[in-house]
């Protein structure tokens, strides 16, 4: 079956005039069923959360796919940038769509272009949404004949000569992308294998062989799959093996060193994320790890009776997640961190008091655009147990236990609110419904840990 490629955005996204659109359901409900319906098969980038698509990946599917759709909605600069690769070297074939709302740029404004509602929940009207999947459909259809050429550059220049594409490449690239479905269906059933889970991931590396020649998609998938097992040291091994481009990515080499924490090797961990954070500059997520590399060392001088190293790393890993946060201050993982750390210190940091409300509206603003995940929740819970507020700290557990997708989350969690129980407990703070939820989320954490 040929394939459509789709450069669009990901997930929930606000545009400058404030509008907020979830992409992913305009893919799910718009996108993906006028391409089957036109008798081809969909194919769209790597979500984000998997460090977005790499970039051979994405050239090949550029210049390979047979057809395209492009969603020009909020000027997203990187389906521009892909939009002007494929009409460089597709004269026809690609479908352009855009939200009502918006304007296209000038260079692109006389291009047919398919324009979809978004109701005020973010979603694509239902009233439209069948029409626009005819249109979408028919136009995928028309441009089978190559009749209409939709890129501009062959609309305006006749010379401009059209690069050959080996067919053979095309079916080549096609056999990569069923691979690479077909792989991740089985990491995603290995993983899933509770106590069997690691080995069965093992088996999978040992049958991809050499991983410097596998699409990186299906290694990146690997890697997340051994660190939602808590197969560190796999992690590591896995991440020494990859190609040089891959494994120097950002992503990579964040979780690259949350590995090597968590194998205690936090040194090497430490020069890593610093080394990152030279070279592409400060994020909230480089330093929330760095932040987390700190503490592991606190807890551990406090354990071993080193109260001045134990309060010189408090107030290093304090600011580190401080670093985090400023970074970007929708990421809350690091502004919790931040308060909760400096609850501890004796006397407690002032500076939490300014940084508590920011911290919370940060992540009930995420909560309000519909894009939570369990670390939303796990936050509205230990702020819940910072204040005393029984009533919101039941809530938010019940959401968080809703929530868990990897074996690490409640884990990290619980521990958290291990160290706000222990000081609560010394303040004579503490109250018996604090224990009991965390003996709740300890209770349910223990089966997720264990496998």
Known sequence: MQLCFVLMPFGIKTGPDGRTIDFDSVYEQMIKPSIIAAGLDPLRADHEEAGGFIQKPMFEALLLCEFAIADLTNANPNVFYELGIRHAVR?????????EGGRLPIDVDSLKTVFYKVGTDGLPASATLEKNREVI??????????????????QLIEYYPQPHLDHEK????????????????????????????????????????????IESGVVIDLMLSYRSRKAFKEMIDLVERMAPPLRQTVMVQEQYALALNREKQSER???????????????????????????????????????????????????????????????????????????????????????????????????AKGIPDYWDYATLLELAMLSGDR???????????????????????????????DIKRKRNELQPWMEQIFQKLTERAKPIMSS
């Not at 004269?91 to 939200?99: C, D, F, G, K, L």
């Not at 690691?198 to 590396?205: G, P």
């Not at 030279?278 to 790890?289: L, W």
């Not at 619980?414 to 129980?421: M, S, T, V």
């Open 91 to 99: 004269p026809w074939s690609t479908v352009p769509i855009m939200a």
């Open 269 to 367: 961990a430490e020069r890593v994320l610093i080394e990152l954070i030279d070279k592409r500059g400060p994020s909230s997520e480089t330093y929330g790890i760095l932040g987390r590399v700190y503490k592991d060392r606190w807890d551990a001088a406090q354990k071993s009776g080193d109260e001045l190293l134990a309060q010189g790393l408090l107030d290093k890993a304090i600011g580190a997640y401080l670093k985090g946060f400023e970074a970007d201050w929708r990421d809350a993982y690091p502004g919790i961190n931040a308060v909760t750390l400096m609850e501890l210190r004796d006397p407690p940091d002032p500076r939490r008091l300014d940084l508590v409300p920011v911290v919370r509206y940060s992540v009930e603003r995420r909560i």
């Open 170 to 213: 095309a079916d080549i690239f096609r056999s990569q992308v069923k691979y690479s479905h077909e792989m991740k269906d089985k990491l995603l059933s290995a993983r899933s294998q509770n106590e069997r889970a690691v080995e069965a991931l093992k088996t999978i590396e040992q049958q991809l062989g050499d991983i410097e020649e």
């Open 137 to 154: 459909t028919g136009m995928l259809r028309a441009s089978k004949s190559g009749a209409l050429k939709d890129s501009p550059i062959y």
């Open 391 to 421: 009533q919101k700290a039941i809530a938010a557990l019940g959401d968080s236990l809703a929530a868990i997708r990897e074996v690490f989350e409640p884990d990290t969690t619980a521990r958290n609110l291990g160290l706000i129980l």
